[in-house]
């Protein structure tokens, strides 16, 4: 059987792998990477097989993951002699375009865009893919199969992917959870007491709206009573512009996104 070949074995690698590990996948996984500790490390973690020479690599996929980061998209690329049959990769370097990608190791290569989230190493993730034009049916189901095991999958279009990169990283959660603990804390909260409170504010929060049927805004309007303390903080925190400064991120992340297309 065809193996699932990661090239790169950093950190998107190890949470993927995890989570496929925990989903009973069973198509063989094969990681190649430069770096021969980062082999070492996730071999003696996960139990996959690892190869140190790329062309080797390749030659056993059939699905082929590019998980390096945008600026090493092209050099990777470059290293990679065309395949003689047909072959699937699936590119998770921010920013960097189809368009680009087809260009690289000839036409019997079809390719798709993945942006997994970290928290797929516990099969709670979220993914959005884009197809290249000319990617077969049955390709894109199994390409959607291998990220539905970790997770939920999102097919959007291309010009998307950049919005969507900058708003679902957990990057936002834990920044968000870091915050506001800190700010708890420096109220006269114990940590550990402050990390609780605020992990409940954020997670347990936002469970409740994924599973339950009431629409966010009527839970924000049954959660800041007029008068109340939330309605207090909330009202602070808006004009102190907090939706401004959310969007300036945003921005900024997609700003990083544009660059990196032109890097990679």
């Known amino acids: 059987m065809k193996a699932t070949v990661f090239l790169g074995a950093g950190r998107i690698t190890s949470a993927l792998v995890a989570g496929l590990r925990l989903a009973s996948y069973d198509r063989p996984i094969i990681l190649y990477d430069h770096h021969p500790e980062k082999l ?9 097989a690892t190869e140190r020479n790329l062309q080797h690599a390749i030659g056993h996929a059939k699905i082929l993951i590019i998980a390096v980061r945008p600026a ?4 990777l690329l470059q290293e990679i002699s065309p395949p003689k049959r047909p072959l699937f990769a699936v590119s998770l370097a921010a920013g960097v375009p189809l368009s680009r990608l087809r260009k690289q190791l000839g036409p019997r290569v079809r390719w798709a865009r993945a942006m997994p989230s970290p928290v797929c190493r516990t099969r709670q993730g979220l993914t959005a893919l884009a197809f290249d034009r000319g990617f077969p049916r049955s390709a894109r189901v199994e390409i959607g199969d291998l ?3 970790v997770g939920q999958v999102l097919e959007i279009s291309e010009n998307k992917f950049d919005a969507f990169t900058t708003a679902f990283s957990p990057s936002h959660g834990y920044h968000a959870l870091a915050a506001l603990a800190d700010a708890a804390q420096q109220m006269g909260l114990p940590r550990k007491i402050a990390l609780s409170a605020s992990a409940h504010a954020l997670c347990d929060a936002i469970v409740a709206w994924r599973e339950g049927k009431v629409s966010l805004a009527a839970l924000l309007h049954e959660a800041a009573t007029p008068g109340g ?13 907090y939706g401004s400064i959310v969007r300036r991120g945003l921005a900024a992340g997609i700003a990083r996104a544009r660059r990196n297309a032109k890097l990679g």
Request: hydrophobic content about 50%.
């Open 147 to 149: 990220f539905t095991r």
């Open 40 to 48: 070492r490390a996730l071999r003696k973690l996960h139990g996959v």
């Open 229 to 241: 303390t939330a309605a207090a903080v909330m009202n602070s925190m808006d004009k102190a512009s």
């Open 72 to 75: 090493s998209v092209a050099t």
